[in-house]
């Protein structure tokens, strides 16, 4: 039990009282449930989904929600996300990169990377029905959640003086996974029927097109490139929602 609700404080906002599920050996042992705190993120925001589709224009209804999705985690991956594109894009070495990483400052590429993946999540929203967007939204946190367990199995770390993602590295492990990559595709499947397929193809593209560009610019993933695959995957999912409901 410690290790699921060590993954909830780590991946969310919520406030939990007390020290429970709160030290390093019960953060490490968390990634397993990192797909289960996606599901509970994503029942939460359909339900609010399902909400802001049935009271308010699609537009606005798109926006909370994007609002929503980010603000469930603190805008955490978003800052991943930011810190990853200024360094990828800098055209600099290995090693100039990564400190750019470090950098708490954000530069022009990390403002421009952070508009376009909520500039796509919301537009992908905001083309939706009801029932697409609700399922879109429920299925989002949970691809990213996923991606990060997949990413981590996939990648190794790629800082030697370590960072915030080694402790989790520590317990790095290919099942955990295969069974976020699973878990991933009973959900698509379970709530999209054939278009489930296409989720899941769009899913593993994204994958393995961002871990190859980290594998050649830095050799490995750090905790920025987590939160960078986390919102990337969330994005490719609403995309691939929005690409379904419209061909047909």
Request: charged share 10%.
């Amino acid at each position: 039990m410690a290790p699921l609700i060590a993954a909830i404080r780590f991946l969310t906002v919520f406030p939990l009282p007390g020290t429970y599920g709160s030290g390093s050996d019960d953060l490490a042992a968390s990634i397993p449930f990192f797909p289960v705190v996606g599901l509970v993120l994503g029942a939460l925001a359909s339900l609010l989904g399902l909400l802001f589709w049935s009271l308010l224009p699609p537009l606005v209804a798109a926006t909370l929600t994007t609002f929503v999705l980010l603000a469930v985690s603190g805008g955490f991956h978003l800052d991943g996300l930011a810190d990853t594109a200024d360094g990828f894009f800098s055209a600099r070495p290995r090693e100039r990169i990564l400190a750019i990483m470090r950098d708490s400052h954000i530069g022009a590429m990390g403002v421009i990377a952070l508009i376009m993946v909520l500039l796509l999540k919301f537009s992908a929203l905001a083309t939706l029905d009801r029932p697409g967007a609700v399922r879109a939204v429920f299925l989002m946190p949970i691809a990213g959640r996923c991606a990060i367990v997949i990413f981590m199995a996939l990648l190794p770390y790629a800082r030697s003086e370590g960072g915030l993602a080694t402790l989790f590295y520590s317990r790095r492990s290919r099942l955990a996974g295969i069974w976020a990559f699973v878990f991933f595709g009973v959900t698509a499947m379970f709530t999209g029927g054939m278009t489930g397929v296409l989720l899941i193809l769009i899913f593993a593209a994204i994958i393995v097109a961002f871990a190859w560009m980290c594998k050649r610019k830095i050799n490995g993933a750090t905790g920025d490139t987590l939160g960078a695959i986390c919102e990337l995957s969330e994005a490719g999912v609403a995309l691939a929602v929005s690409l379904a409901y419209w061909s047909h």
